[in-house]
T-cell receptor, first 115, second 110 residues
């Protein structure tokens, strides 16, 4: 299996621009998670989906952030407009409810820099 | 109070020694407990999971869970320089609520 795939791996943009991060979970996994990691705040859960349905988006920092999962093999995290404080590494992770509870597998991450 | 608390370290141990990493959690309803390893610039990698009180061993790694004390630990025996990384404790509750600690940085000195 290819594991969780994220794109792009690096993104540099200017303040005010729209940013879209993409994720392909492991085939057969039915839960998908978006995290943000910074030195100051560590790893923060932004939102997670179960069977393509958003279950908990309480970690989404504000309305500038939105996430979608149109099908079982694809999810996006969008930031519009982006701000310098959004600079972080964004991870996508997936898990299977049929497997041991909660074992999540992470993608390589997208390093976002907003100038 | 944070859901999951870890000592940020850094923790330094000599090669061959036992490294002991600790974690406490706040919700007694937590059901599953995990240790992830994260090398600098890389993504977290699951190394241990534990679901019931007691010890669970996997190679040089032993996870220990004490639900009464709300305490999880990870022991790394015969520490190697390649074990140098940040170790993240994670806890999950029903409904896939998942919480990470801020991590403990471990350095194994050759």
């Amino acid at each position: 299996d290819a594991g969780v795939i994220q794109s792009p791996r690096h993104e540099v943009t200017e303040m005010g621009q729209e940013v879209t991060l993409r994720c392909k979970p492991i085939s057969g996994h039915n839960s998908l998670f978006w995290y943000r990691q910074t030195m100051m705040r560590g790893l923060e859960l932004l939102i997670y989906f179960n069977n393509n349905v958003p279950i908990d988006d309480s970690g989404m920092p504000e309305d500038r952030f939105s996430a979608k999962m149109p099908n079982a093999s694809f999810s996006t995290l969008k930031i519009q407009p982006s701000e310098p404080r959004d600079s972080a590494v964004y991870f996508c992770a997936s898990s299977s409810s049929g497997g041991p509870q909660g074992e999540q597998f992470f993608g390589p991450g997208t390093r976002l820099t907003v100038l | 109070q944070k859901e999951v608390e870890q000592n940020s370290g850094p923790l330094s141990v000599p090669e061959g020694a036992i490294a002991s990493l600790n974690c406490t959690y706040s919700d007694r309803g937590s059901q599953s407990f995990f240790w992830y390893r994260q090398y600098s610039g890389k993504s977290p990698e699951l190394i241990m999971s534990i679901y019931s009180n007691g010890d669970k061993e996997d190679g040089r790694f032993t996870a220990q869970l004490n639900k009464a004390s709300q305490y999880v630990s990870l022991l790394i025996r015969d520490s190697q320089p390649s074990d140098s990384a940040t170790y993240l404790c994670a806890v999950s509750r029903a409904g896939n609520q998942f919480y990470f600690g801020t991590g403990t940085s471990l350095t194994v000195i050759p």
